[in-house]
């Protein structure tokens, strides 16, 4: 290894080492403010030790809030994917066929606008009202919020077709179908990914708003049933595993992009 | 013939649009959905209504003011941290290598997981709603400052120096102004990720607000408050990203490839 | 080395190697050139594709620093870029979120200068390459062309010693090229200052230089100097013209 290299390395280990003494550093003030200064109460603010512990308590227990962590983390799966799914499978061929079929994209565009701009949130009230609450009415909140992003990327995928490769597609022989199977969806694909990923990242944001206000278990329902028990600690072991969650989905769906949407997102 | 192809999409958006409240229509007129569904017509008269009859506290101009007054508190507070956090990680290795990891630990967490940790911590007063719309700009301005500051072209840096700018005047000079379009188009997503965090925090723990009125109605099974306060919000969600749209258009104009 | 009359020369590289390491290997792209240009001498640097060139010029300029060897600019070593050594880039490089004007008025806004003064400045230098009424566009508004000449203004405006131009109008299609290339002498004429220049267009060079340097491939020196004595401005189907390009594009293939 050359003198460059080297250098690399030594950087490299250095500022690695920072950011773990920055982290140490954050748990530390966090634990102090808490455990030893008692900034707050327990039930407001845990230190990390007591959440770790309500953590590994919750592996088993089902007090107070009604079940395990794996009983909450089943719910919330159960409702996120069944309503992005749902979401993926409507809003993906009405996207294409918006952007292929000009009747289509002149009726539905205008319609589409104007669901487009309430925010997923504000469907709940409504849904709840329609459905109950239940397993309904929250996959019907996440198919609405999964369904946007995959008829706005399918929409921009298709729509980015370039007309030059259409165009080669007719000297070919191909019928207007044909084109649209074999040379408008290939290069829509990588914005079709693009819809799924943020589809799956708004489904899991808006579930734990759908849980909070409309169920009875899930991490959005451990959030907001331990704020009433006064669990603090129960509440940051819950959010913790919203993020860690979400982040296993984004790496997840970031690694099936790269191995099957071959060519990126160059025309 | 552009004329005749925006007739022609004219025709069609008022037909899809007049097709859809004349099946709303339909639907809560001659069908069982009458019973629990109201049709456009109530809809509309409440809506009227609202800008002179107070909905709890307020008339409906009220509450959209409440709701936007802690939207812009918590996003400005929140974006201007988040411009600097971003910079400093994108441009100094030490800022990278202290802050990164703290703020890829809470980033995931989204905004309005932190609703109950926030109340039992700020109680259910306004500084609470400040602050969930500041978590909910903060994270998407953040990063988008983040790796605006780190894709600043070399080769304009370079220019500087050999025109003679100072580091510090390159810092204020080039690598701000280069990053205020992916700055922006991380605040665009910031302005609606916390209008919808304001929402939530409405719904769950306030006495006005937009979010307090559709929770309202549904509390008291009041399906065209909840219609009504749904319009509302989409027209005010529309109109703030239009207001960014125009903003963005005036700072960036220098980004727009043209060739 | 060759000393113009008795005078020192204004750039003076003295034995420049430069080599590039990166994790796995090492890359020698310059080895020792040595080179001195005299003061207003307009000299060009002219090489197959790829060869060392760019590197040459940012050596001169500062923005890299050589491995070996030393280059002096106006008596001073160079270690860094500076208000000196005017660059024009290939890229163009202008900053996009500033107007023509904030672009030209850049440098001596950096140094300074009052604005009374570095406006009026900036001006003459925009009057001088053509582009007055075009002061308040932004660079996403003009022509390669045009982006081109704003370069050439700022670096102008900056009053440096020397100019360093790095295959500037190699974007450029034909016709524009030719029209840049007339420019560029018009303005020279006008402003004279010492001109390095670099290219594989043995059309510009012969157009452009004082004198020719022909550099090999990497790792790349100096294979031979050329002159060109015809007088100003050039011809480009004159047939003393076209033997000089002859002269250099065979010594130029040689040398591969």
């Given at each position: 290894m050359n003198e460059y290299a080297k250098q690399r390395r030594k950087n490299k280990i250095k500022f690695g080492i920072v950011s773990v003494i920055s982290l140490c550093v954050f748990f530390t003030v966090w634990y102090i403010c808490t455990a030893v200064l008692h900034l707050k109460p327990d039930y407001i603010l845990p230190s990390p030790v007591q959440v770790v512990t309500a953590f590994i308590d919750k592996l088993t227990r089902t007090a107070p809030d009604g079940a395990t962590i794996f009983g909450h983390i089943g719910a919330s799966l159960q409702v996120a994917l069944s309503g992005y799914v749902l979401g993926a499978i409507v809003g993906?061929?009405?996207?294409?066929?918006?952007?292929w079929f000009r009747r289509v994209d002149m009726f539905v565009t205008p319609l589409f606008d104007l669901i487009r701009p309430v925010p997923t949130i504000a469907w709940i009230p409504l849904m709840i009202l329609w459905f109950g609450i239940g397993l309904g009415a929250k996959a019907a909140i996440i198919f609405v919020s999964a369904f946007v992003p995959c008829v706005i990327n399918s929409y921009a995928g298709i729509k980015q077709t370039k007309p030059v490769h259409l165009w080669v597609a007719q000297t070919f022989g191909a019928s207007r179908r044909e084109m649209l199977f074999t040379v408008a969806i290939p290069t829509a694909l990588p914005l079709i990914f693009t819809g799924l990923r943020i589809s799956l990242g708004t489904a899991w944001m808006t579930l734990c708003a759908a849980e909070m206000l409309a169920s009875n278990k899930g991490l959005g329902y451990m959030i907001q049933v331990n704020r009433s028990l006064a669990r603090a600690d129960l509440i940051v072991v819950a959010m913790l595993t919203v993020g860690l969650i979400g982040t296993i989905f984004t790496v997840g769906l970031n690694s099936l992009e790269k191995r099957f949407v071959k060519g990126g997102r160059r025309g | 013939m552009k004329k005749k192809m925006d007739v022609e999409k004219m025709t069609y958006a008022v037909l899809a649009i007049a097709s859809f409240f004349?099946?709303?229509?339909?639907?809560?007129?001659?069908?069982?959905?009458?019973?629990t569904t109201p049709g456009p017509i109530e809809v509309i008269q409440l809506l009227i209504d609202s800008f002179v009859t107070p909905i709890g506290n307020y008339v409906i101009t009220g509450h959209l003011l409440v709701s936007l007054r802690r939207v812009l508190v918590g996003f400005s507070v929140a974006t201007i941290l988040g411009i600097i956090l971003g910079i400093a990680m994108g441009t100094s290795k030490w800022a990278e290598a202290i802050f990164k990891p703290i703020f890829e630990l809470l980033r995931p967490i989204p905004p309005i997981a932190w609703i109950s940790l926030v109340i039992l911590f700020f109680g259910i007063g306004e500084s609470s709603k400040y602050i969930l719309c500041g978590i909910?700009?903060?994270?998407?301005?953040?990063?988008?400052?983040?790796?605006?500051?780190?894709?600043v072209d070399p080769e304009l840096i370079g220019c500087a120096r050999m025109l003679g700018t100072s580091e510090r005047s390159i810092f204020f000079r080039v690598i701000l102004p280069s990053c205020t379009p992916q700055i922006f188009a991380g605040m665009q997503v910031a302005l609606s990720t916390s209008w919808m965090a304001v929402l939530a925090a409405e719904m769950v723990g306030a006495q006005e607000g937009c979010g307090w009125m559709i929770q309202r109605g549904s509390d008291t099974l009041n399906i065209t408050l909840v219609m009504v306060g749904m319009i509302v919000i989409g027209c005010v969600g529309m109109l703030l990203a239009a207001v960014m749209r125009v903003i963005e258009r005036r700072l960036c104009s220098w980004n727009i490839m043209d060739n | 080395m060759e000393h113009h009359g008795q005078l020192k020369p204004i750039i003076s590289m003295s034995h420049v190697g430069k080599t590039y390491l990166s994790i796995h290997k090492s890359n020698e792209v310059v080895r020792d050139v040595s080179l001195d240009v005299a003061e207003n001498e307009f000299v060009v640097l002219f090489g197959p594709g790829q060869c060392?060139?760019?590197?040459?010029?940012?050596?001169?300029?500062?923005?890299?620093?050589?491995?070996?060897?030393?280059v002096y600019v106006d008596g001073k070593k160079v270690e860094a870029p500076g208000s000196d050594r005017g660059v024009v880039y290939q890229t163009t490089a202008l900053f996009p979120f500033c107007t023509v004007m904030g672009n030209v008025e850049f440098g001596p806004k950096s140094r300074g200068i009052p604005k009374k003064e570095r406006r009026e400045r900036a001006q003459y230098f925009i009057n001088l390459v053509g582009l007055q009424g075009f002061e308040n566009s932004y660079p996403n508004r003009l022509s390669g062309g045009m982006r081109q000449r704003v370069g050439i203004a700022r670096a102008y405006a900056n009053d440096p010693k020397v100019m360093l131009m790095d295959e500037p109008f190699g974007h450029l299609d034909a016709q524009t090229r030719y029209m840049m290339e007339a420019e560029l002498e018009k303005i020279w004429q006008k402003e004279k200052r010492t001109v390095v220049f670099v290219t594989n267009n043995s059309e510009e060079a012969v157009y452009l230089a004082d004198r020719i340097i022909i550099l090999t491939n990497t790792p790349t020196h100096i294979k031979q100097e050329v002159r060109v004595d015809l007088p100003r401005p050039?011809?480009?189907?004159?047939?003393?013209?076209?033997?000089?390009?002859?002269q250099i594009e065979e010594i130029c293939d040689d040398t591969l």
């Open positions: 993906i061929p009405l996207g294409i066929a918006m952007a | 004349v099946f709303w229509w339909l639907i809560t007129t001659f069908t069982p959905a009458k019973e909910g700009a903060f994270t998407n301005v953040t990063l988008n400052a983040y790796t605006g500051a780190q894709n | 060392g060139k760019t590197t040459l010029i940012n050596l001169i300029a500062g923005l890299q620093l050589p491995t070996t060897g030393e050039r011809q480009y189907s004159d047939p003393a013209f076209l033997e000089i390009r002859r």
